[in-house]
């Protein structure tokens, strides 16, 4: 979560953690191959949860509203149930084919039928506790009691004291000048703020290259595609937990080395793997976007990891457990579920935040809030988070239009792909082009992205929400001030 509140920046952390019985090779077999699965389906995938205590943190350092009516909303959600659209349901049928004869997902979710009401008791009664007890009722009591036995009923990690450990954390945000504005986004463990920082910087360096380059042409898209290249090759080798690797952050957004990295992308030709390496030596997640009437903003990007995170509800509590230790570097050189390397920065360690590529972002502009926006995607988020920025500054559009616009994504393996949300493709002439350049520009294996972004307009705010997901935007009027949410 990045905060701008009365003028000043704000992170906090409240990412999940590996369990203390974790360690780096709980996914290996005896020769040490990946176990297929092993950090994606059932309870040993699952990381500490985060989420309860992260909004807890944060209501009780910033929150007005009592916390029991913050929460009240939701268990009425759970108790009266709502009515599941047709993507939703896309997305249940493909949980009920992973997840048959695996978890108890088809106990809780079986039964789920497009524009029929779903209705979540037990989550109801989880909520209720969290409502009367904040943090204590889900990290200690009869939450917590029913999250350990379902642990134990699947060999989990997860202990009472792991629970009882956790901890949300507060650090400082990353920041960066950019065009005389100040860009303010996530730290590690996040990947997201340090690669849309250096996206943006490494772009602005090679403007010669792209003047006069037609958005989304096959030039435009070779040369995103080498910025973004590099960026990922960053990420794989430097990027973890800072309370248990050094990050070279400073080094990384430093000038001088971006204009090393700008210097070795060639404007004509795709990179080999081999010729990239380090410069020194998630998809259904959920994001919202907030600007409140006094102009304070909250960018805020949350993730079971995939679509139904492990598969496993907690029996008696109504709730699905993450699969977050996938985004752990389970053994180096090898991609997790979103195709992504990592190496021994990455590597799982009790107690160590896994590494994301959450971008929840804000732009200021002269101390106001000019620019808020966030995404899921998984790998792809940061990439369209700079195409967010990039289409709204560069280009001129609308928060809406931007939105829904082509978006392209390149992740450093493989070197000559690129592929590009399948719902809202790139151009004909832009495929056919690139591939003469030797590209191989194909649809992404799923539709990326559910973008909620505010951009400031003479006069007040400009809202968009994602057409390719079930997100909406909302800008409320008030006598000579607006609010702009989207969620």
């Known amino acids: 979560m990045v905060m701008y509140l009365d003028g000043k920046a704000y992170f906090l952390d409240y990412r999940e953690t590996a369990p203390a019985a974790a360690d780096k090779d709980m996914y290996l077999d005896d020769e040490g191959n990946v176990i297929e699965g092993a950090s994606t389906l059932g309870h040993l995938a699952s990381g500490v949860p985060g989420s309860v205590a992260g909004l807890?943190?944060?209501?009780?350092?910033?929150?007005?509203?009592?916390?029991?009516?913050?929460?009240?909303?939701?268990?009425?959600?759970?108790?009266?149930?709502?009515?599941?659209?047709?993507?939703?349901?896309?997305?249940?049928?493909y949980g009920a084919r992973?997840?048959?004869?695996?978890?108890?997902?088809?106990?809780?979710?079986?039964?789920?039928?497009?524009?029929?009401?779903?209705?979540?008791?037990?989550?109801?009664?989880?909520?209720?506790?969290?409502?009367?007890?904040?943090?204590?009722?889900?990290?200690?009591?009869?939450?917590?009691?029913?999250?350990?036995?379902?642990?134990?009923?699947?060999?989990?990690?997860?202990?009472?004291?792991?629970?009882e450990n956790?901890?949300?954390?507060?650090?400082?945000?990353?920041?960066?000048?950019?065009?005389?504005?100040?860009?303010?986004?996530?730290?590690?463990?996040s990947s997201g703020g340090f690669a849309v920082?250096?996206?943006?910087?490494?772009?602005?360096?090679?403007?010669?290259?792209?003047?006069?380059?037609?958005?989304?042409?096959?030039?435009?898209?070779?040369?995103?595609?080498?910025?973004?290249?590099?960026?990922?090759?960053?990420?794989?080798?430097?990027?973890?937990?800072?309370?248990?690797?050094?990050?070279?952050?400073?080094?990384?957004?430093?000038?001088?080395?971006?204009?090393?990295?700008?210097?070795?992308?060639?404007?004509?030709?795709?990179?080999?793997?081999?010729?990239v390496s380090p410069g020194l030596e998630s998809m259904e997640t959920t994001h919202y976007s907030i600007v409140d009437f006094d102009g304070n903003a909250v960018s805020t990007t949350t993730t079971l990891n995939l679509?139904?995170?492990?598969?496993?509800?907690v029996e008696g509590a109504g709730f699905l457990l993450n699969n977050e230790m996938d985004d752990f570097s389970v053994k180096p050189g090898v991609p997790n579920a979103f195709g992504v390397v990592g190496n021994t920065a990455n590597e799982i360690q009790p107690g160590k935040r896994m590494l994301s590529s959450m971008s929840p972002t804000i732009i200021t502009k002269d101390g106001k809030v000019d620019f808020v926006s966030?995404?899921?995607?998984?790998?792809?988020?940061?990439?369209?988070?700079?195409?967010?920025?990039?289409?709204?500054?560069?280009?001129?559009?609308?928060?809406?239009?931007?939105?829904?616009?082509?978006?392209?994504?390149?992740?450093?393996?493989?070197?000559d792909v690129v592929t590009y949300s399948p719902s809202v493709p790139l151009p004909e002439a832009t495929i056919s082009a690139l591939s003469d350049r030797g590209y191989r520009a194909i649809p992404h294996s799923f539709d990326y992205g559910d973008v909620q972004t505010i951009r400031r307009i003479p006069g007040g705010w400009d809202a968009g929400t994602d057409p390719r997901g079930r997100g909406e935007s909302r800008v409320i009027e008030q006598p000579d001030t607006l609010q702009g949410t989207t969620q």
């Open 374 to 415: 966030g995404t899921p995607g998984g790998s792809t988020i940061f990439t369209t988070v700079f195409q967010m920025i990039v289409d709204s500054y560069d280009f001129g559009m609308t928060a809406t239009a931007a939105a829904g616009a082509p978006r392209f994504h390149h992740q450093l393996l493989q070197p």
């Open 98 to 163: 992973e997840f048959a004869g695996k978890t108890n997902f088809a106990k809780y979710f079986g039964d789920v039928q497009e524009n029929q009401r779903l209705v979540q008791p037990e989550l109801a009664e989880t909520l209720q506790r969290i409502a009367a007890r904040g943090r204590d009722g889900f990290y200690g009591g009869k939450t917590a009691d029913m999250i350990v036995a379902e642990m134990a009923r699947g060999n989990g990690l997860i202990t009472l004291d792991d629970l």
């Open 166 to 189: 956790y901890q949300a954390k507060w650090r400082a945000p990353l920041r960066a000048d950019w065009r005389g504005m100040e860009i303010l986004a996530a730290p590690p463990p």
């Open 307 to 313: 679509s139904f995170g492990s598969g496993v509800v």
């Open 197 to 275: 920082i250096q996206l943006l910087k490494i772009k602005d360096l090679l403007a010669k290259d792209f003047e006069g380059v037609p958005l989304n042409s096959a030039q435009y898209v070779h040369l995103v595609a080498e910025i973004e290249k590099r960026v990922f090759a960053d990420r794989a080798e430097y990027l973890g937990d800072p309370d248990y690797v050094d990050v070279p952050m400073e080094r990384l957004l430093s000038d001088e080395y971006l204009k090393k990295r700008a210097r070795e992308i060639d404007p004509e030709h795709i990179a080999e793997l081999g010729d």
């Open 56 to 93: 807890w943190a944060a209501h009780q350092r910033f929150g007005k509203l009592a916390w029991r009516d913050v929460v009240a909303p939701a268990i009425k959600l759970a108790r009266d149930g709502y009515v599941v659209d047709a993507k939703q349901m896309i997305e249940f049928d």
